[in-house]
């Protein structure tokens, strides 16, 4: 079945550093690929997406590019900042089915020192 | 747009009481899903609806869970005779369908703690 698999955290960086958040998924067809952010105490937001190979989504700096040969969606920032702090998620929904549920990795905490 | 907005935010209940949560979607959504999140994992999918109809649910939902969405508007998901292990934060989203590639956004949660 569909699964999606994402580095283990915490991952602890200082302000600035550069961030990669490896993130690896097997599908059937060909999935839609997501980043979610949850802020301490707040919901899920969608943080950007990719929706076929080679697509490179982004936003807020944050990038990340769907590699179907690697089966990979890994996340980069090049300058962390501390308000970064937070849990992200990797995920893929199908679109081979009429459901498009979304199924999650377990999430990577990063905290951000100043 | 307001989002999507989730009642109550917090519910403590004792083993074997019933609670109902609320999910008051998007306006003009089509789609609403719920999804269950416990403590260091992802959400994990419980169960879809498509305006009125529910057209998936996942065999994490028992028999002791039931979800609703009358007139395709907002939706209501019932624990019946809660357990210890119902607790968790319990996630609506919305989406348009747009040929399945609408994103889904979500709401902040109602987390849920059986005693």
């Known amino acids: 079945g569909n699964s999606v698999t994402q580095m283990e955290g915490p991952v602890t960086l200082s302000e600035e550093a550069f961030l990669t958040i490896n993130c690896t998924y097997t599908?059937?067809?060909?999935?839609?690929l997501f980043w979610y952010v949850q802020y301490p105490g707040e919901g899920l937001q969608l943080l950007l997406k990719?929706?076929?190979?080679?697509d490179k989504g982004s936003n807020k700096g944050f990038e990340a590019t769907y590699r179907k040969e690697t089966t990979s969606f890994h996340l980069e920032k090049g300058s962390v900042q501390v308000s970064d702090s937070a849990v992200y998620f990797c995920a893929l929904s199908s679109t081979g089915g009429a459901t498009n549920k979304l199924i999650f990795g377990t999430g990577t905490l990063l905290a951000v020192q100043p | 747009d307001t989002g999507v907005s989730q009642n109550p935010r917090h519910k403590i209940t004792k083993r074997g009481q019933n609670v109902t949560f609320r999910c008051d979607p998007i306006s003009e959504h089509n789609r609403l899903y719920w999804y269950r999140q416990t403590l260091g994992q992802g959400p994990e999918f419980l169960t879809y609806f498509q305006n009125e109809a529910q057209l998936e649910k996942s065999r994490l939902l028992s028999d002791r869970f039931s979800a609703e969405r009358p007139k395709g508007s907002f939706s209501t998901l019932e624990i019946q005779r809660t357990e210890q292990g119902d607790s968790a934060m319990y996630l609506c989203?919305?989406?348009?369908?747009?040929?399945?590639?609408?994103?889904?956004?979500f709401g902040p949660g109602t987390r849920l703690l059986v005693l």
């Open positions: 599908a059937t067809g060909y999935p839609s």
């Open positions: 990719a929706t076929k190979a080679d």
């Open positions: 989203a919305s989406s348009l369908d747009a040929r399945g590639l609408g994103t889904q956004y």
